[in-house]
């Protein structure tokens, strides 16, 4: 295998879509809020996308069967847009991997006519309990001008967006596809289901979308759980862990 | 060399080909197996592979001759089948190697005609001594039924199947080529006769084959005293070591 | 993105041009130089180079606009020649990437008909101080000549020139493009603002253009007062350190 | 740079060439021989190499003059044969640069009507005295007994040729031509002129030439004073230390 290839279901009509991408990075935010939004809401898988720079492996599952790394495109129909969702086992692992298949991906969407790409991520703050607070970055004043209206917070963070959450909005740039990040702040060492949530109803204002999230709640509240021990321990150890210790310029670190 | 290259002997037939795969991994497992059935049942070399992606360097054999770390295709001739033996020194190192290396090997065996690829691995548990079982991961429902009548057990084991015992069937199964992997547990980070021998058997079964196979048994016999000493060194100075506790959850590792 | 791609702002007219470059490296001397220069001059931008050899990842702005690492490349119109000021966030950091950028560019260069490159570099020393000298190493003897008469010290360093200072020159010279390297010598761990001072002094001279340095001259001062600092605390503790010490022969290291 | 080039000189004419290499690599042993028989028989520059697979950086010469990393080609007239001697700064570092340079020299030297490579290397001892033997491998039965009437021992090594050495003979081989490498058992942590020496004898009586080689003999004088300290200070530390001590089986790598 060269190249990164796309495989497509025959038939299948595409009206204006706008690109969400959720692939696993920090707190694995994106990943958990975009599989639940899949799951919900029915998306049919359209596209799977293997390539070279992938890991060299295939994956068990529990019936015995194999499949390759991949990512999945989930098509999902909407009122005045459609939306393909970015779905997956991985990321590459290497820079030129990374170039290479976030520009496939920016080519594919391109060819469909799509004009926004929505990338999401968790941004991290090394602190165990954040703000709800969804903070934003986009290719352009204007996007930074309308999605403000929504209460996502452009400015407020600084640094990098690593990875496909920062590629495909910096590559569709180039290829005069508007972008925007949308970012849940996270501890950055837990998986995160709590700013998955957060993260995932901000995108469904977005997408003008309602689906039963009572699911990703129960998760949310076993998370809580699990912080409240943490930093039940961390008192006894340390003393007063004040949680409006938070900070935004203690940000640290992005993806 | 900027490509992977396979030189044919001239004028061989091949007639409706399943692909077997032993090469370098977990135990050397599949190596030792196949590397044993291409020396008993005589089958005859008709390719090499060469690939910028293997080690660059030469090994020199006991007569002064130089020879290029390779690949080697074995044909067996067989009744309803016959039977193209993947063999050689290496694996590819790196990602992009591996995934352009299984291709080239696929897309040989595609050329073929070739509609069944068998890969062969060790699968890693961490424990001295293991079950005679062979585990097997399939590229279809069909497959696993088909292929748990021959007792091999399917969805018992989870993970990944790391190099060209995964490639080749992951990536095949991309050419519409059916796949199996018939994985034997072993340790992990010894070299593992007895896995072999297992892997074997039940290869033989599959290609409905006898070969003589006393000296694999001899080589058993001899790994099987190394093993008794360390388990004799293990409970001298840890106490009791029942290898009976060995469990299917144990298990880590797969290649 | 497979390749390296220069984005160009239309209906730009080039003359005659010698192309400078001040990208990251030792000391940060050239990048401070360059981009002060860029800032003075009112150099005007024109062209954009992205690459799939850069870092995975896009920067977020004050304002959060996102942007992709890139170069950029300035025009200042002169008298008898233009300047192309190359700038950047960025090298690239794996060998092949360095090739084939630095021949990109060079080649872009070719096409503007250009005929000169100065590469601008800090000289490795190790020490703290270090003497207002500039080195120069150059592609042909005559131009060795040429700009010793400029009091640049030819011949008086050893080693190599890592990265676009050395490549660009070195590839620009099997295109038949003249090319010279002025290096400041600097401690090597620490950013220093003195030595971009010298530097941007000496390539100024060559330029024959004038701009308002007052600036740099200010975070010069402030840097001495840092090293003052160092040296106060170094003998403190070491007894008396002599910045007169210094010797051409303690020179180890250069980018 | 996409790709290595080969910069040829023009108007030369080669007949029945022989290709010697001497690059870096264990002790500099082929590096050091073959300086001296380009300098001694003042054979004529007729191609450099330059590669992206090369370190990205340029070398400054006592002049003040860059020049990049390179190979070079060199043509000493003979009487049966001419002889192409690839003398160079480096070796490509990684896998993938080796075959490339290395397959791109062969394409180079077939072109040339080339029949015979002769690679020259150290072979690792681990020992700081070595017996002044010349050990060989060849891509034939034929070459081992042809060059076994010249007193070099084929078959009483193990283990690999790692680099130029083996690929050019090993590449070579897929292209129809002969190859033999002479190795020279070397220390191995050590720049080694009295091997350099013993390989260049072997080297010269293959060729059938004379050179004055009395200025390597003196710096083989200057090593051996050298090695004495070392074996006098070993055998104040450890006692008796004894040379005849050293067996061809102690042999443990190559190059």
Not at 33 to 47: P, T
Not at 199 to 218: V, Y
Not at 229 to 251: H, I, N, P, R, V
Request: charged letters at 25%; one cysteine or more.
């Amino acid at each position: 295998m060269n190249r990164t290839i796309i495989i497509e279901k025959k038939g299948v009509k595409i009206n204006n879509p706008i690109l969400i991408e959720g692939l696993p990075g920090i707190g694995l935010v994106a990943k958990i809020a975009v599989d639940y939004l899949i799951k919900k809401s029915k998306a049919q898988k359209i596209a799977k996308i293997y390539s070279p720079y992938f890991p060299p492996q295939v994956i068990m599952t529990k019936k015995g069967i194999i499949k390759m790394p991949a990512m999945r495109i989930y098509l999902l129909k909407g009122k005045k847009n459609d939306f393909l969702i970015l779905a997956g086992d991985i990321q590459p692992n290497d820079i030129n991997g990374q170039y290479r298949v976030n520009e496939d991906i920016v080519k594919y969407f391109k060819k469909k006519k799509g004009k926004l790409i929505i990338t999401l991520g968790g941004y991290g703050t090394g602190n165990i309990k954040n703000e709800p607070v969804i903070f934003g970055a986009a290719t352009s004043k204007e996007l930074v001008e309308k999605y403000s209206k929504l209460d996502i917070k452009f400015g407020q963070t600084a640094g990098s967006i690593v990875g496909a959450a920062g590629l495909l909005i910096g590559i569709g740039r180039l290829y005069k596809i508007d972008g925007i990040c949308l970012m849940a702040p996270t501890q950055g060492n837990y998986i995160d289901p709590k700013a998955a949530f957060n993260l995932l109803n901000k995108l469904l204002q977005i997408m003008e979308l309602k689906i039963d999230t009572q699911e990703l709640e129960n998760r949310v509240a076993e998370g809580e759980k699990f912080i409240k021990k943490l930093e039940e321990m961390a008192e006894k150890e340390f003393g007063q862990l004040k949680s409006s210790s938070y900070k935004t310029k203690d940000l640290t670190y992005i993806r």
